[in-house]
């Protein structure tokens, strides 16, 4: 081998660990959010995301719902569907597993009022094969429900986002994902920690 074949080889080499260094050390823009990050209470209006989708899901959900989770580590469920069926959950437990919240004891109202009672009674097992990130997942009454905590980084406004999704339902060529948007944002003194 000559000796600038081996200047060339070693140069690669060392641009190509100092490009792997520094993608090392970038922030990552989507980091997911700290629990306290989560506390306060966030909304889904189910009208957004059931209308206009194919015939399966037409008319599966409508209303509004809304989770209040607190910092310790109990959150609330409230659905209407503007219909008169209203629901609110006792103050049950949630924990943030990296990117994804469960709710013990959660509906899974994006399955319709039915299904969703029967899911939280332990009469429903239900699947899909893909739970938002490529992979399968199962609920049942045990599992409790499951939602993906979604951070986007908005690169030109240097804004950053978080949603709360649910799992797809329906068809999965053209699933709906209902996501929740935070609409109370807590201070965090001692006195106020709801």
Same mark, same amino acid.
């Given at each position: ?10 140069? =690669? ?9 520094? =993608?090392? =050390? ?87 009022? $039915? ?43 240097? $804004? ?9 339902? =329906? ?7 209902? $996501? ?15």
């Amino acid at each position: 081998m000559t000796a600038r074949t081996w200047l060339q080889m070693v140069m =690669c080499v060392l641009i190509g660990l100092s490009a792997a260094a520094c =993608c090392c =050390c970038l922030p990552n823009p989507n980091p997911p959010p700290e629990t306290s990050d989560l506390v306060g209470t966030w909304r889904a209006d189910y009208d957004e995301y059931f209308r206009g989708h194919s015939w399966s899901c037409y008319g599966r959900a409508t209303g509004v719902e809304t989770l209040t989770l607190r910092a310790d580590g109990t959150y609330q469920q409230v659905y209407d569907n503007g219909k008169g069926y209203a629901y609110t959950s006792s103050w049950n437990e949630w924990r943030q597993q990296y990117n994804r919240i469960h709710l013990a004891g959660g509906r899974f109202y994006a399955l319709g009022i $039915e299904d969703a009672t029967k899911l939280a009674s332990g009469q429903l097992i239900w699947h899909t094969d893909d739970d938002g990130t490529g992979h399968p997942l199962d609920l049942d009454s045990t599992t409790g429900i499951t939602l993906h905590v979604t951070p986007r980084w908005y690169v030109f406004t240097n $804004e950053r986002e978080v949603t709360l999704d649910y799992p797809p339902v =329906c068809d999965l060529d053209s699933p709906v994902i209902v $996501e929740f948007h935070r609409v109370v944002t807590p201070v965090l003194t001692p006195a106020t920690i709801p």
